[in-house]
């Protein structure tokens, strides 16, 4: 069962309670890394006019057009453009709104270690962004909108002094296209939220056993039998390049190999290590065609096709993948295992060794540099490969210590739908972290990873944002930024900023939701589904796959854990009500007439769910248990929130038998969960126990809830 308030973690609210908003930062994420607020403000208005000083090009007059856009999409207000041409930079310069400094320009493609810092002074009079290239200009602009904010006297911007750079020069989101096909428009749009959030790499993952989602024009037969028809075209690479370079954003492509190749050797089953026929993957798990290291062909048609792509990609590395080979095929081959023998490479770890040297050697010919996961660490891995660990901090450390740069993936796996409250407190570099000093300098950052084995084109947003905002500010912000709860009050704005940018994380929703009920659903009907949508998650896609078996690519996500978002606002912040309660020491029957209206309202909606749609809606059929198992939460919340109202538990038995209960409510039903099980329990406890309130100390009573609520 996962849980919100884990049972080994203090009773305090982890975020989203507008009573303590007073006390949070500006609604800026990343935090940067110095601020400080002024007690004035700039008002916005139409009269503003654009001064640009030093460096003028066109990545920052792009950046400002975009900028202005989304302002007054945002404002209804319509500003000054940028002046054209020449012009005179002291007058013009001290009479405008808002003043660009621009030392120089930012590299033609962006570089890893590009200087992207920046200042910001807002005073009443006038804005200053100023910034050594192009490219911090470009951060300063998403940091400015964010602060741009509104009441009843209108727009305006805080007075504030920033100073910020980013802590890790790394800071990536993968997207998997090769599983389920994404095409160019979700690319894009995600691009546009990835600059928003200050992130700078798109880790493109474009070849699996289920597809090769790239044209090659050297093997076309590449695309041709391994993509059902969906890849992007050689023109599209260079579109979505382009997009990202205005934006700040450098494009790493992922061709895996040796394993995860069902798609090569679906189009050149020559190049396998067992005998073919193959063809393409439909469903998700390890599988065995890998590549066959003891064959020249292989090598050859490498050296051609990586030789291709890097011709399409500008960015200095290419990752390889090479994860998760089985060995299965190499082992059934006694070709290859003489070929291991004769070569003294000891077993396959040595002979998948010898061919990551081999295709560095070929990455290197072309002028790109090899990154690939945990597994291809050996102990005669090349010098200058980068190694990316998604099986912990341990590779990290393994990695790190052999004098490899590093990025860090395990704890940012967004597909396993875990709560943004924990991706942001795992750090690549944590505080009291055993690296020494040398090794931490070697780990460049670390990437957010999109799998796509359970998301559609429709669906992918919700599952990449505004998690993903959490671990940009991870790999942003300083290490001592950790305060989870203002994390979750600023992600909120975020998200409102990212919907505003073109992202359908949440527009998506309503036409699922409705789509799921039908054509006769009555109002009452959907707004009751949609209040069990909002209390609902979906499980992680390690279990889905387990769940649904029989699903496979051509399988419609559109399902109920489709349209349920990772991370419930909603159930979150009913136990962040709940530890606020369980906590408190003086008269409960206040307290507890929201949490009695909140549960009465949930319990209604479920009832109107199983009398309704739950029977006539056939895609809704087997959301019944979901709908049974929320009426029985809402009856034990109730239960236990009369009783602290009466300060009286109840009967002896009772609080065994409401276990019982959540137990079957914690259950996944069609690939969910329902996350208030959790606080129900710590609820449960704190009314069958209420004598041993006074007995204890605030700690011991947290303590004692936490051990007995597990």
Known sequence: ???????????????????????????????PRELQLGSGRLPVTTAWSVAVRGHDDAQVRAGFARALRRAEERTGLTFSRLPTGEFSLEGEASRAGFVIECAGPSQTVPTLGEDESYTLEVTAVQVVLRAPTGLGILRGFETLLQLLQADASGWFLP???????????????????????????????????????????????????????????????????????HYFTQEQIRKIVA????????????????GHATSWVTAYPELASAPGPYSIERQWTVFDPVLDPTNPAVYAMLDGF????????????????????????????????????????????????????????ILARHGKRLIGWDEILHSDLPAGIVVQSWRGPEGLADSTKRGFTSLLSHGFYINFNEPAGMHYLNDPVPAGTALTLEQQSLVLGGEATMWSEWVSSETIDSRIWPR???????????????????????????????????????????PAIRRLAGDTAAPADLEALRTLVDLLEPVSSRRRTVLQLGYSQFTPLTDLADCARPDSKLARDFANGVAVLVRAR???????????????????????LEQGLCVHAPRLQAAAPLAAALVALCDIGQTALQALADKRAP????????????????QSVAATILPMVAPLRLLAVAAAEQDRRTQLSDDDWEQHLLTHGA
């Open 159 to 229: 007075t504030v002094s920033i100073r910020d750079e980013p802590r890790f020069p790394w800071r990536g989101l993968l997207i998997d296209v090769a599983r389920h096909w994404q095409p160019l428009d979700v690319i894009l749009r995600n691009l546009d939220g990835m600059a928003l959030v200050k992130l700078n790499v798109l880790h493109l993952h474009l070849t699996e056993d289920q597809g090769i989602r790239i044209e090659s024009r050297k093997y076309p037969r590449l695309h041709e039998l391994g993509s059902d028809g």
């Open 586 to 608: 003086d008269d409960c029957a206040t307290r507890t007439e929201a949490f009695s209206r909140q549960l009465a309202g949930w319990r209604q909606a479920a009832t109107r």
């Open 651 to 666: 009967q002896p038995g009772w609080l065994q038998t409401q276990f019982t209960k959540l137990d079957v409510a914690a």
């Open 306 to 361: 990586l030789g291709e792509m890097a011709a399409l990609f500008p960015d200095a590395y290419v990752h390889i993948g090479g994860d998760e080979v089985t060995g299965v095929h190499w082992s059934g081959n006694q070709k290859i295992q003489t070929f291991i023998g004769e070569n003294d490479l000891k077993d396959n770890a040595g002979l998948q060794s010898y061919f990551n040297r081999r295709v560095h050697a």
């Open 1 to 31: 069962m996962r849980s919100d308030i884990p049972v080994d973690a203090p009773l305090r609210p982890i975020g989203g309670s507008a009573a303590l908003a007073a006390n949070h930062s500006p609604m800026v994420m990343p935090a």
């Open 243 to 258: 997009y990202a370079a205005e934006r700040g954003i450098r494009v790493v492509p992922e061709f895996d190999v040796p």
């Open 468 to 510: 993903t905002a959490a671990i940009a500010e991870r790999l942003w912000s300083a290490q001592t930024v950790c305060d989870v709860s203002d994390m979750y009050h600023r992600l909120s704005f975020v998200s409102r900023r990212l919907e505003e940018a073109g992202l359908q994380h949440e527009s998506y929703r309503d």
